[in-house]
């Protein structure tokens, strides 16, 4: 593999890990812009609550977290569904990350291209879905035995005690806790490919020491 290659990769990564992290960011959809928390579907879209204007729009781009020239700028192709959909379940996810929206109409959306300080990432190749999804409810029960470690690695990265910490997400890549005011995401050095708790239960106690000042864009 050549050094062009290895440095693409790297930079593919970091950036699906930045998408990850955030769980929010600014949705241009035609010439409006407004602020949207997403969580990740089990298929690797990402789901937000819609507003009607966003899913007649012709264009959608999502800026993570922000609208800034720093920003990812990910080009996206929104599906419309509702609660009572096949995929009603990941408005229930949606909610299990941040409680009840003002929007009862939803949008998953599919990630068509990624830009990042000049380079294009294909979207699918940032798309990546749970690889076990069908264990994460056992992997959640089994985290209720790690809250102190969880919660101590949050307050590192908040820079205080949080007065919530609670796990909604547990994926191969690692952790998305609840806090009071959002989320705040916990990664692993290397992703993980055993689903049995044991051996997650592991990769969460040999989590990163990370502070607020380790996380950039």
């Given at each position: 593999m050549s050094e062009d290659s290895q440095e693409c990769d790297l930079?593919?990564?970091r950036t699906a890990r930045l998408i990850r992290r955030h769980c929010e960011g600014s949705l241009r959809f035609d010439e409006h812009f407004q602020n949207v928390?997403?969580?990740?579907?089990?298929?690797?879209?990402l789901i937000i609550p819609a507003m009607a204007a966003m899913q007649m729009a012709e264009e959608l781009v999502l800026h993570v977290p922000d609208a800034t020239d720093q920003s990812i700028q990910l080009m996206v192709t929104g599906e419309s569904f509702t609660d009572h959909d096949a995929m009603g379940g990941e408005a229930d996810r949606w909610r299990i990350h941040f409680g009840e929206?003002?929007?009862?109409?939803?949008?998953?959306?599919?990630?068509d291209l990624g830009k990042r300080d000049g380079l294009v990432f294909d979207g699918e190749a940032l798309q990546e879905p749970h690889a076990f999804s069908d264990q994460e409810p056992k992997l959640l029960r089994a985290l209720q035995d790690e809250q102190t470690l969880i919660t101590h690695r949050v307050a590192k990265i908040l820079g205080h005690d949080p007065e919530e910490a609670r796990p909604v997400a547990a994926d191969q890549h690692g952790l998305t806790v609840r806090v009071r005011l959002g989320t705040v995401r916990l990664e692993f050095d290397a992703p993980q490919h055993d689903p049995e708790p044991s051996a997650y239960l592991n990769a969460v106690r040999n989590l990163p020491e990370t502070t607020h000042d380790d996380l950039s864009i």
């Open positions: 930079e593919l990564s928390r997403y969580c990740r579907a089990t298929d690797g879209r929206p003002e929007d009862l109409q939803w949008l998953a959306l599919e990630l």
